[in-house]
């Protein structure tokens, strides 16, 4: 399981620089524009720069509205600003087919300019609250569209967690159905420790994390700590192995 952490500016990258070697994706967005905000072209590049080359830079394209070529615009500026995932909140998307729309307008301005990029379609776990897709819809999204990673967060950071809102065993059939389309699985919206054993089993690809690795777990006014971020990564790890001893046994 990667693990990705979103900085919301160059001072926290370069705290997330500290802690490069825990890490495997450092994600830009800015918080205090929703769920999945959007920060500036001329942040990612800074971002880029501050992080080593071989960590992999993830940028939000914010929370989304109905819009295909605006969206696709900024998909193409994240992308040439350095991101190398390129993630879209279908918040503005009441039925799949609008999500496929948008997202193939997005795979499109991204694989055209950097073929290798990934393209990361992402939906709301409370999606009952903003009225936008279902999130078991999002891998069939995806792989409609030709984007390569299906995405859960939660939309309104009230407190509410990944969990409240899509139960284990709900996460478990979204993580099967991306597996089954070829793509990766990723998941987040307020994961603590705590979850990563549940995550770990149901065979997460990535994880997403912010308030986690922040000063008092405030991913809003808390700043990320890189002792967090080791210690994040020092419990994905046991439970990695404690699951890799159990499968063999369960064989």
Not at 72 to 84: D, I, K, N, R, W
Not at 153 to 171: M, Q
Not at 189 to 205: C, P, Q, R
Request: aromatic share 4%; charged share 25%; proline share 6%.
């Amino acid at each position: 399981m990667l693990l990705l952490i979103s900085p919301d500016s160059v001072e926290e990258a370069l705290d997330c620089a500290k802690a490069a070697e825990h890490l495997d994706i450092v994600d830009v967005k800015k918080p205090d524009e929703g769920s999945l905000g959007a920060n500036y072209p001329w942040v990612i590049r800074a971002i880029r720069e501050a992080v080593p080359a071989a960590k992999p830079v993830s940028a939000t394209l914010g929370d989304v509205p109905f819009k295909p070529g605006t969206v696709a615009q900024a998909a193409l500026g994240a992308v040439v600003s350095g991101a190398t995932y390129i993630k879209v909140g279908l918040y503005g998307c009441t039925t799949p087919e609008q999500g496929v729309e948008v997202m193939r307008g997005v795979v499109r301005a991204v694989k055209e300019y950097r073929p290798e990029a990934l393209v990361v379609a992402s939906g709301y776990a409370d999606a009952h609250r903003i009225g936008c897709v279902n999130p078991l819809a999002l891998p069939d999204i995806a792989a409609r569209s030709g984007a390569d990673a299906a995405m859960l967060d939660t939309a309104i950071k009230d407190g509410s967690r990944l969990f409240d809102h899509v139960p284990p065993d709900t996460c478990a059939e979204f993580v099967r159905l991306a597996h089954a389309a070829g793509l990766l699985a990723a998941l987040a919206g307020s994961v603590k420790e705590a979850d990563l054993g549940t995550l770990t089993g149901i065979g997460t690809d990535i994880v997403g994390v912010r308030g986690a690795v922040c000063e008092g777990g405030d991913r809003d006014a808390g700043r990320i700590q890189p002792g967090l971020v080791a210690a994040f990564r020092a419990e994905m790890d046991r439970q990695a192995r404690e699951h890799a001893a159990r499968v063999p046994a369960a064989n």
